[in-house]
């Protein structure tokens, strides 16, 4: 992943050659600026690599279009983030039931319930974002990414806008709910004892990966 610069190219992600299996958790650290979060993005495509492939679930994600990119990721791919990007004009049931909705799902409403009942929200899904706390706003996001049972959670630093506390709760659960559903996760953080609790650690360091 190369940017062009005034002063010239930029390399992001230089060589990065990881392979992940299906149903593992993998965490990814390094320090700020190494391409974590640059590397989630490729494998969720919403940038595009310079070169190379990204390979997800079978599909080479450089040869599609942005229609069938997001079709891919409806399908396939759950994205929780550090910011909760949830709708505040939505409730906490609507938020849930977003990416269901857009899949036409036939039963979104009551599968994104389900979410929330998961996360334990199961009462508090006619709440506004606004009317939720941090750690319940992250869960709200949790059951969005799980509502439609993807194959793939990408999860960028969950806890970062999160107390010590609810923090460790939100992960307690993102974890339970990868055991569950069987889900391959895959975890950016700076949490190293949260890290060690994957199946893998990979370190990243100037756009490159020590797997």
């Known amino acids: 992943m190369t940017l ?14 990881l392979r992940v299996a299906q149903g593992e958790t993998l965490a990814v650290v390094g320090p700020s600026g190494s391409g974590k979060t640059t590397m989630l993005m490729l494998m969720a495509g919403l940038e595009r690599p310079s070169s190379g492939q990204v390979e997800v679930a079978g599909v080479d994600l450089t040869q599609l279009g942005e229609d069938a990119l997001s079709r891919f ?3 396939h791919l759950g994205i929780v983030f550090q910011a909760f990007h949830l709708i505040p004009t939505m409730t906490a049931l609507e938020n849930a039931a977003l990416p269901l909705e857009f899949a036409h799902h036939p039963n979104a409403k009551s599968r994104a319930m389900e979410a929330l009942e998961q996360v334990g929200l199961g009462q508090r899904g006619d709440h506004y974002p606004a009317q939720l706390s941090g750690g319940e706003q992250q869960r709200v996001a949790l059951a969005r990414a799980f509502a439609a049972r993807p194959r ?16 460790a709760r939100v992960m307690e659960l993102l974890f339970a709910l990868q055991a569950e559903e069987k889900t391959t996760l895959i975890l950016v953080t700076h ?13 990243m360091h100037s756009g490159r990966m020590e797997a």
């Open 4 to 17: 062009t610069a005034g002063s010239g190219p930029v390399n992001i992600l230089s060589g990065v050659n």
């Open 152 to 167: 793939i959670i990408l999860a960028d630093e969950p806890t970062g806008n999160l107390d010590e506390e609810t923090g």
């Open 191 to 203: 949490d190293r004892s949260l890290a060690e609790r994957c199946d893998r650690v990979a370190t």
């Open 73 to 75: 990721r409806r399908e």
